[in-house]
């Protein structure tokens, strides 16, 4: 994959300012970008204290405020600044910590719990598979490696199969249950670009993100005997 260096307007100045800036890093790290109305996953590319340029899935527009959520926590707010078809410039309101947020890639790892994958909230009703039991769940919010289920009744641990339209079957592992939320690790994890067009999809067939509502029945899988 071709990655471009960011434009100069990202930063907001000449060859004067480049070299006062601190050090410009070519990544490919998922996050999140949120805003405005909606969220999504994005391919952040490259990355400096003053800016980044990233891949997305939907338009966005030059003047629009974003913030930028990484896997450590960290979240970056700043302004769209310019746009060429779904890659855009971010230039951050404020200077971003370059070196804590490269290292607190591995902040985790040391530690052997490494931070979960960015996770977008959403509202899709879905059929979890374990064994021969078949139970209806809405998707309270997923992720590229699992998400967490809403479901009306108690479930086992362990293998199951998670169901939704317009993507392929999810196997994964049930890791937890707390109430009514329970949540589902993936066995693979699901490829960025297929995960980030599936959440614009959904947001363009009325399935508004960190909202609520009545899902379309078109989007309600059907819990069919035997199937």
């Given at each position: 994959m071709k990655c471009e260096r960011i434009p100069d307007s990202v930063h907001g100045g000449g060859a004067g300012d480049r070299r006062r800036e601190p050090r410009q890093v070519t990544i490919m790290r998922v996050a999140r970008i949120v805003g405005p109305e909606r969220q999504e996953l994005c391919l952040v590319r490259n990355l400096s204290?003053?800016?980044?340029?990233?891949?997305?899935?939907?338009?966005?527009?030059?003047?629009?405020?974003?913030?930028?959520?990484?896997?450590?926590?960290?979240?970056?707010?700043?302004?769209?600044?310019?746009?060429?078809?779904?890659?855009?410039?971010?230039?951050?309101?404020?200077?971003?910590?370059?070196?804590?947020?490269?290292?607190?890639?591995?902040?985790g790892e040391a530690m052997f719990t490494p931070p979960r994958p960015v996770r977008v909230n959403v509202h899709v009703f879905g059929i979890l598979r374990i064994g021969a039991h078949r139970h209806a769940v809405r998707v309270h919010d997923i992720s590229q490696g699992g998400a967490k289920l809403a479901l009306g009744e108690l479930i086992e641990r362990g293998p199951a199969v998670l169901t939704l339209p317009g993507l392929p079957h999810l196997q994964g592992t049930i890791r937890?249950?707390?109430?009514?939320?329970?949540?589902?690790?993936?066995?693979?994890?699901?490829?960025?670009?297929?995960?980030?067009?599936?959440?614009?999809?959904?947001?363009?067939?009325?399935?508004?993100?960190?909202?609520?509502?009545?899902?379309?029945?078109?989007?309600?899988?059907?819990?069919?005997?035997?199937?």
């Open positions: 204290a003053n800016g980044l340029q990233a891949r997305v899935y939907r338009a966005r527009h030059a003047g629009d405020v974003v913030d930028v959520e990484f896997k450590c926590g960290q979240i970056l707010r700043g302004t769209v600044a310019w746009t060429r078809g779904f890659i855009i410039g971010v230039r951050f309101h404020a200077p971003a910590d370059l070196e804590g947020l490269l290292e607190s890639r591995w902040a937890w249950q707390r109430n009514e939320l329970a949540g589902i690790a993936f066995n693979e994890p699901v490829a960025v670009g297929l995960l980030a067009n599936w959440i614009e999809e959904r947001q363009s067939r009325g399935l508004r993100l960190c909202g609520s509502g009545q899902a379309p029945a078109t989007d309600r899988p059907a819990l069919r005997a035997g199937a």
